[in-house]
Nanobody
């Protein structure tokens, strides 16, 4: 069965950067478009970004466009989210999932605070 494990979350100051990783196993990662979502305290799930199976086509929510970059390394079965110019409103638990939401990881906490 497929498994996803996020990592890289941390406490960072406003304006800082982080790179999240999502390690995939148990399924053919390179066949699947992937997504990042996030959930802020007391809020619902928010879609953040999507990447196609080959990594050529990406899309972002308006709230992160120009600051976040999604990428993937199919040889390493890993999805990434590079985050720059972080804002306090980026504080959330970040999750990776397949395009069809077949598998979810446990999430990684990102806290942006001075």
């Amino acid at each position: 069965e497929g498994r996803l494990v996020e990592s890289g979350g941390d406490l960072v100051q406003p304006g800082g950067s982080l790179r999240l990783s999502c390690a995939a196993s148990g399924f053919t990662f390179s066949n699947y478009p992937m997504r990042w979502y996030r959930q802020a305290p007391g809020e619902g799930l928010e879609w953040v970004s999507r990447i196609d199976s080959g990594g050529a086509d990406t899309s972002y929510s308006d709230s992160v466009e120009g600051r976040f970059t999604i990428s993937r390394d199919n040889a390493k079965n890993t999805l990434y989210l590079q985050m720059h110019a972080l804002k306090t409103e980026d504080t959330a638990v970040y999750f990776c999932t397949t395009d069809s939401q077949m598998f979810w990881g446990p999430g990684t906490q990102v806290t942006v605070s001075s």
